[in-house]
């Protein structure tokens, strides 16, 4: 039997990735901050999937849940084939705009947060088999955008230390995916941003179902990159031929006219 | 005085039923999806009816937890007021989604809002109606026709995601459900109707849209009834006696359904599928 690990679970897109690996027949740990929506959830999947699920709520920045996550794990005897870092967080407003704490929010779970959980991950991997990673980064990894500084960045990061683990991986049958989309209908208010952003919103937002199924696909046959929509592939090459200063300028127009009336700090992902 | 519950009764159709209702003297429970709707409505419909008897609630009925805690309401309401009796129950509340979205639960959205929701309200409900010898009604909707349930892949996981497609599918669950009921509990004196509300003035494809739903939206809109068209309707089948005869409903009398709806053999898939997919033990039996 199978196990995939998913962080940000009971979120959107932690959601879809959870109910692709359990069509697959994958067993699924899950973990999330919220223990209820996290019960929720698990209850939902045993109701609809013959497979084991085991859910336990933790902190991904805090160094005791995730050992007590590890913990479980390995008094259950699970090992693990599969992780989908999952685990994000993006809050509105510039670098100014946001609380101190805000800021270090996003540099602590979207990399110390999903170090973490790797690190004790890849331990715990089912050794005698292959191990498959997805990294969920963004498309706006692929750009410096101003008013998502922050945001932008701990997304590169992952997606460069991806690039690189991969190599430094690829003799202990370890494969990393990094996935980099752009919109994605994943909550209420995301699907607000996708309409606040007009044509261009629609135009770079995915199918969750799709994202998911190719996304695993992608990880499964060992690709390194993911990048949904042609649209988005469309525009990434503009992020490698343009000047990156130039592209700074060019989206903090755009970002500035998209988030128009939403208040700062408030919670975007997560 | 008898008691009718109406999910989505805070704008558009379930707002027009409430309001009928209401005229013919009975007790509404209106069920929204948020407070700050809620009272909105209940401020209109007491300045309306002074005299009249209200009470508003309020959940994401999409979510599981919010309609178990929404019955929960409902009973101890109506253990209070109503000496645990409800007559009628019109499970309205529905929604359209532009794109692929997940309940808390894990369950696509439109299936869980516009089929599962008023299935679980209604197996929680059951005690009340039983005592009530309710009648229960769904709004279903002409598009229901020409398609079927999809049991293979009911929520649309590994076909592309079709915003109608999806909303037909849940109201063809509507109808089956309604059929499957009456096979079950008519011999109760329990009843259940789809009611076809036709093509009403209401904002339901404005809701967490985008695109080419709204805009499709914005001119079927044009061309729609009022809803105190099909409200005429529901307040016909909730109060109207002997009991209407009929399943499905369309502005005052019986109307075709699709005759896919008529196997017994889905409908006890479907039904047989909902009660897992809700955890439901046994429906109308213990929580």
Known sequence: ?270 | MKTVVVTGATSGIGFAVAQAMLALGWRVLLVGHTLENGEKALGALCNAFPQGEMACFSGDLMQQREVHRVADELNAYLALHAQGRLEALVNNAGAVRTWYTTTQEGLEQQFALNHLAGFLLTHRLMPALRLGGGRMMLTSSASHKHCRVHFDDIMYRRRRYSALGAYKQSKLCNVMFAAAFNRRYAAEGLRAYAVDPGLVATDIGFKQTGGLVKLVWALRKAQGVPAERPARTFAALCAGEPEPAGLYWYDGHVARHDPHADRTADQDRLFALSEKLCGIASFGGNV
Not at chain 1, 49 to 72: M, Y
Not at chain 1, 75 to 96: C, H, Q, S, T, W
Not at chain 1, 222 to 227: K, Q, V
């Open chain 1, 1 to 270: 039997m199978k196990t995939a690990l998913i962080t940000g679970a009971s979120g959107g897109l932690g959601r879809v990735f959870a109910i692709e690996a359990a069509q697959r027949g994958y067993d699924l740990v899950l973990t999330d901050m919220d223990a209820a929506s996290l019960e929720t959830f698990r209850q939902g999947l045993k109701r609809q999937f013959d497979i084991r699920v085991t859910a336990e709520v933790c902190d991904v920045t805090s160094a005791d849940d995730v050992a007590r996550l590890f913990e479980v794990l390995h008094g259950k005897g699970i090992r693990l084939n599969m992780l989908y870092n999952v685990a994000g967080v993006d809050f509105e407003g510039g670098f100014l705009d946001m609380d101190c704490e805000q800021v270090l929010d996003i540099v602590r779970v979207n990399i110390e947060g999903t170090m973490r959980v790797l690190h004790a991950a890849l331990h715990q991997r089912d050794a005698g088999s292959r191990f498959t990673v997805v990294m969920v980064s963004s498309l706006a990894s692929l750009y410096p955008i101003p008013l998502k500084a922050t945001y932008a960045a701990s997304k590169r990061f992952l997606l460069d230390f991806a690039t690189s683990l991969s190599q430094e991986l690829s003799g202990l049958n370890v494969s990393i995916l990094t996935l980099c989309p752009g919109g994605l209908p994943t909550t209420p208010g995301a699907l607000q941003g996708i309409n606040a952003q007009g044509f261009w919103g629609r135009a770079t937002t995915n199918s969750l179902t799709v994202v998911a199924r190719r996304t695993t696909d992608r990880a499964l046959k060992g690709r390194h990159l993911y990048i949904p929509g042609v649209v988005n592939r469309l525009f990434s090459l503009c992020g490698a031929l343009i000047p990156r200063e130039l592209l700074a300028r060019l989206l903090f127009l755009r970002w500035s006219q998209a988030r128009q009336g939403r208040p700062a700090g408030e919670k975007l992902v997560g």
